[in-house]
């Protein structure tokens, strides 16, 4: 490692020798490292487990354009949307089909009396609107009255209920003053406001909300024929449906605007953000106090180096040479540690919380950044003083 | 000729407005190139200050001082460190790195003056470290020497260099008789050799005997 760094700065590496010479200091300034590495992996977790839940139904959306009511924010507090707006866009060119979607919120009550939220999907089962239900053999079954699919994501859920319906015994539960039999599963999984989801046909919909009626679907999705791209697809629906009830957007742009109102708008959002922010703070300032000790400590020996005649971008090099080190050797169990964490809280909260490719590449240029700006701030003191008042 | 250090007029104080004190009046000094020039005088009498001064390592405040022909008044920092790296500095303490061997000491002392002075390191320190007694303690830590050892890499730090002035705040304090001995020795002899010019502060006795010329200060003022 001495030869390498040698060979690498073209001269002694004196950080490095200075930062494994004292080896109890160098293994608590790498878990300080460490530990600020977690801090902002764990924050940046809980945010892309937000953003990701928020995208998951709609990445199961088997539509390429979303017409929603005008007011939208979230899928689940789009206002109902006059059905007349479905027959309309399957008259535009380049429409392929289209199909409605009721939105719904029920109580799963559990053997032991404490409650799921579910939210529901109202579909036609002829159309489904989901891609995980093309070749589910259970979508037949919706065309009962209350028969339902459950999502097996669904957060929290008392004994083996889930795998059993998997198995394909039907499950009976209670709700809204009707008997549901749930015979079938799909995947979307469970997110901040929701535990989980269920699909009915439109029909089994209308009973479990007899306010809601058919007439008034949330959402309608649009396939494109083939060639024709969403957004250019989304524009003409645009020209075509009034603006003061609708709007028809591709679903990656929903999706992104959902993203950008749960995290600016909404609480958690906001708490994950700031989450965040403190995170690399208080990252930032454990590098810092590990450096600026450091170079309290050695500063005879560089007081000895100025006298010597070496210049101040000599010292600005051992700090940076130190901080680099750090970085990396601190981040490399903070990586591991955080991606165990993940899996532990992924476990415990069925959130989408997983490392992904870029994450870790982020951190680590921010890692090094503040690494670097913090050796920059701790070498200053050295820079204007006589070397004979270091001593 | 020019001498490689002509000191005159110069005046140094400590300390910031009421506790500001004077510590050095009107010092005047001329040394010879090749001598072995002793500062001598009761502790507080100013001869480290003129020492750090001399050495580039303190900013002169008035008078002037003109080192290997750069004057030190005024002078900007990259004036200050080019004149740094044509001294040797022989420190109090003997100023080691913790971390680094007696070799890698003494490399930093070469390493200062670029890249084509580290051709052939290893032989240059090892040379050196051997010419201070140090051959078998090469690959050591300064925590494994003993203070003459110490104190004897930090000469060989000083003189790896090849400065044209060595300047020296008593080298010999840590080291035993003999050991001191031979340092004010090879001194002298990179005087007669090279015309290394060497200031030294000391209280040494026998390195008075061997001085060339000792100069007395007595509350920040030359008596001698």
Known sequence: ?391 | MEKPLVISGVQHWFGEAEARKQVLYDIDLVVEKGSLTVLVGASGSGKTTLLTLAGCLRRLEAGSIRLLGQELYGASEEQLIACRRRLGFIFQAHNLHESLTAMENVRMGLEVHGVAAMRNWREACAHVLTSVGLSERLHYLPAKLSGGQKQRVAVARALIGNPEIVLADEPTAALDGESGLQVVSMLKRLGRERGTTTLMVTHDARILDRADRIVSLQDGRIIG
Not at chain 1, 76 to 87: E, I, M, S
Not at chain 1, 154 to 160: A, K, L, M, W, Y
Not at chain 1, 183 to 200: A, E, K, S
Not at chain 1, 227 to 242: I, K, N, Q
Request: charged share 20%.
């Open chain 1, 1 to 391: 490692m001495s030869g390498f760094l040698e060979w690498l700065l073209g001269r002694l590496p004196v950080g490095w020798l200075q930062l494994v010479h004292n080896k109890a200091r160098f293994a608590s300034a790498l878990a300080g490292v460490a530990f600020a590495n977690i801090l902002v992996f764990m924050q940046l977790g809980f945010f892309g487990a937000l953003m990701g839940s928020v995208a998951l139904p709609y990445q199961q959306m088997d539509a390429d354009v979303l017409i929603s009511s005008s007011d939208m924010n979230t899928l689940a507090d789009a206002g109902p949307l006059p059905r007349q707006r479905l027959y309309e866009a399957l008259a535009v060119n380049g429409v392929a089909d289209a199909t409605p979607l009721y939105y719904g919120k029920l109580d799963w009550k559990q053997a032991d009396g404490t409650i799921r939220g579910l939210d529901v999907f109202g579909i036609d089962p002829a159309k489904p609107a989901f891609r995980f239900l093309r070749d589910n053999s259970k979508v037949k079954v919706l065309t009962l009255a209350d028969h339902a699919l459950i999502d097996i994501g669904t957060r929290n859920v008392v004994g083996d209920v889930l795998a059993r319906i998997e198995r394909g015994e039907p499950y009976a539960f209670e709700a809204k003053g009707r008997t549901l039999s749930v015979d079938g599963v799909f995947r979307i999984g469970g997110g901040f406001t929701t535990d989980g989801y269920l699909i009915v046909s439109d029909q089994t919909f209308l009973r479990l909300f007899p306010q809601r009626f058919a007439g008034a679907p949330n959402h309608v999705l649009v396939k494109a024929q083939p060639g024709v791209a969403a957004r250019d697809l989304a524009d003409r629906l645009s020209a075509v449906l009034p603006a003061y009830d609708s709007q028809a957007r591709p679903v990656d742009v929903v999706t992104a605007r959902e993203q950008a109102f749960q995290s600016t708008q909404r609480p958690v959002g906001m708490v994950f953000g700031f989450g965040i922010i403190i995170g690399t703070l208080v990252g930032s300032i454990i590098v810092y106090q590990v450096l600026a000790t450091d170079v309290a400590d050695h500063l005879k020996e560089y007081a000895t180096f100025k006298a010597i005649g070496y210049r101040q971008g000599f010292f600005l090099g051992i700090v940076f040479e130190e901080a680099m080190v750090l970085a990396v050797a601190g981040f490399l169990p903070g990586v591991v540690i955080s991606v165990l964490l993940y899996r532990l809280v992924a476990k415990a909260t069925s959130l989408p919380l997983a490392m992904t490719m870029e994450r870790p590449f982020i951190v680590l240029f921010g890692t090094l950044l503040m690494c670097g700006l913090s050796g920059l701030v701790a070498t200053r003191r050295l820079a204007r003083a006589n070397p004979a008042d270091l001593f």
